[in-house]
């Protein structure tokens, strides 16, 4: 049966819920607060898709990591101290999620998402002549360190006992995989079936697709409340230039990133998040372009080839909804890119715009996909953290099977908007 159904939040996984809603013949409205020149997570990220990624982000490692640093803001993984009782409450639970039975119970759903987001990745592209210039390529874990190396091939025996193809290179076999790039490196583990993309061009597409296709993208629109009734959502109510109004469907899913926990809050839930504030900054004529995308393992950086260009990116700052950009940061992210990548100056990235974004991170740094226990016409889909891009595809297709009531594709046990709450 067809049904009306009101997403709020325009980013990556508000637009692929409506993708995927849309063609199964369901009515779709998008509400995004911003305009359509808007700027979000969803645009200047590093365009990964990573199958490789089997890993929730709350580990004892990343525990230790983030209490060992809690003074060092040039620290990839920080943690800013501050008084403050959601930070504190979300601490706790990070605390308590980072155990071994847990880690090991994420892996397999992280594979089964991804690889699925993959192959739908493959489908979209083959549906608009690939204009958002999807790469097949894989992905390098570039390693400077003995130490860091020895990590990652452990890592990479763990992935293919998943069925997650990862191969040990020695820095040769990189240069032969990537040749003209000058790398600096120990080593690296290959992960072949990863990709990687422009998110811009991705949302961008995608948006002009829904529009021809009659979805309603109401841009400026914030959504301000709501009304309910009976164990149901009963309207969104939104503010525009034209006033505030009730917009009524017969279903609801709140998809606005690190906002998210605010607008479950209006309706008496709780979604823990915190931004994950990170910054990327795209070389516009490399001195070199790379072919294959890469993370610099011990410094946390990503690298991408992006239309022609090279993005570089990094940082984890759980800063709450801090958008400010902290240099320190960003001559952090730039002095570990030179010492991988040895063709490049610190003085390549002067002049060089910094975009900054808010990841949504859970405190185990799943996402929360699902329906909401008390409200019979209400779903979620936030809290993809450093997955977003990756796993929006297969959240809007997941989605799309729960509105419909259909059987799902993968088990979202661990996923339940609930489980915090
Ligand atoms: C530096 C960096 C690198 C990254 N690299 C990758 C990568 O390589 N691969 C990957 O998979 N992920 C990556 N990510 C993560 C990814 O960008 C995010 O997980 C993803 O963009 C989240 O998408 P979203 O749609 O949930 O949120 P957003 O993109 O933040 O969109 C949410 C939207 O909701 C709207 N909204 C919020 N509240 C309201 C309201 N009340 N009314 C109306 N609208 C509202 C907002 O305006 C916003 O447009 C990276 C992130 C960063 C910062």
């Not at 409200?375 to 450093?386: D, K, R």
């Amino acid at each position: 049966m067809s049904k009306h159904l009101l997403i709020v939040g325009g980013g990556v996984i508000g637009l692929s819920i409506a993708y995927y809603a849309r063609r199964k013949g369901h009515m779709v409205t998008v509400v995004e607060r911003n305009g359509r020149e808007r700027d979000m997570a969803s645009l200047g990220n590093a365009g990964m898709v990573v199958p490789s990624h089997l890993t929730q982000l709350a580990t004892p490692a990343n525990v230790r990591f983030g209490l060992r640093n809690l003074l060092n803001p040039e620290s990839p993984f920080y943690i800013r101290p501050r008084l403050d009782a959601g930070l504190i409450s979300w601490g706790l639970k990070f605390m308590q999620s980072a155990t071994a039975d847990r880690i090991e119970r994420a892996a397999p759903v992280f594979r089964d998402l991804s690889m699925l987001s993959r192959r739908l990745y493959v489908e979209l592209a083959a549906e608009c002549d690939n204009d958002f210039g999807l790469q097949q390529k894989g992905l390098f874990e570039l390693c400077n360190t003995d130490e860091g190396l020895h990590e990652e091939v452990h890592f990479a025996e763990y992935a293919n006992k998943l069925g997650v193809p990862a191969e040990k290179l020695t820095p040769e076999e990189v240069r032969k995989l990537d040749p003209g790039v000058t790398f600096d490196i120990a080593g690296a583990v290959y992960f072949p079936m990863d990709c990687h993309l422009s998110p811009a061009q991705f949302v961008a597409g995608l948006a002009q697709r829904l529009e021809a296709d009659g979805v309603e993208i109401r841009y400026d629109a914030q959504l301000s409340g709501w009304r309910r009734v009976d164990g149901r959502v009963d309207g969104a109510i939104v503010t525009d230039a034209q006033g505030t109004h009730t917009l009524q469907a017969d279903e609801y899913v709140i998809a606005g990133g690190t906002w998210s926990d605010k607008i479950a809050h209006e309706l008496g839930f709780a979604l823990p998040l915190q931004g994950g504030k990170g910054y990327s900054m795209t070389l516009p004529q490399p001195r070199e372009t790379p072919a294959i995308c890469s993370l610099l393992m011990e410094a946390r950086v990503a690298v991408t080839p992006m239309l022609g260009g090279l993005r570089v990116g990094g940082t984890m700052e759980i800063a709450g909804l801090d958008e400010s950009i902290d240099p320190r940061r960003v001559r952090g992210i730039i002095k570990s890119f030179c010492k991988y990548y040895g063709a490049f100056r610190h003085e390549d990235f002067t002049g060089v715009p910094v975009w900054r974004g808010l990841r949504p991170v859970s405190p185990d740094g799943l996402p929360y996909i699902g329906r909401v226990g008390r409200y019979a016409n209400l779903s979620v889909a936030a809290g993809h953290a450093m997955l977003g891009l990756s796993l929006g595809p297969v959240t809007g297709m997941l989605m799309s099977e729960i509105i419909s009531g259909e059987q799902l594709s993968v088990d979202l046990t661990m996923l339940a908007p609930g489980r915090f709450d």
